[in-house]
């Protein structure tokens, strides 16, 4: 059975910096993917970032100049750096293990398995 367990949130000041990261088990890594979705207060979920198979990474636009995606295979584990954070970031944090083409399409299926998320709270 495939777990994720993300780590790393907290409360922050705008401009503050966090890392999350997410570890998954219960996988053959070849055939899945993580990636990071957010879902702030009243609006839908939406991809933050991830990697496909290959090992490229995509990160949302709205983010890219800020966020970077990273991971360390041996450990099964992606990091999320957020850096110059903004009230607007504020959010749950949640990462999935899913069919890559699902992560990097920022589409994830009805059989992702989700880690139970991470809170980010960014202050003006």
């Known amino acids: 059975q495939v777990q994720v367990v993300e780590s790393g949130g907290g409360s922050v000041q705008a401009g503050g910096s966090l890392r999350l990261s997410c570890t998954a088990s219960?996988?053959?890594?070849?055939?899945?993917?993580l990636g990071w979705f957010r879902q702030a207060p009243g609006k839908e979920r939406e991809g933050v970032g991830g990697?496909?198979?290959?090992?490229?990474?995509r990160v949302a636009e709205s983010v890219k100049d800020r966020f970077t995606i990273s991971k360390e295979n041996a450990k099964n584990t992606l990091y999320l750096r957020m850096n110059s954070l903004k009230p607007e970031d504020t959010a749950m944090y949640y990462c999935a293990a899913d069919w890559c083409g699902n992560i990097w399409a920022f589409y994830p299926s009805q059989s992702a398995q989700w880690g139970q998320g991470t809170q980010v709270t960014v202050s003006s």
């Open positions: 219960g996988y053959a890594s070849h055939d899945y993917c």
């Open positions: 990697f496909n198979r290959i090992g490229v990474t």
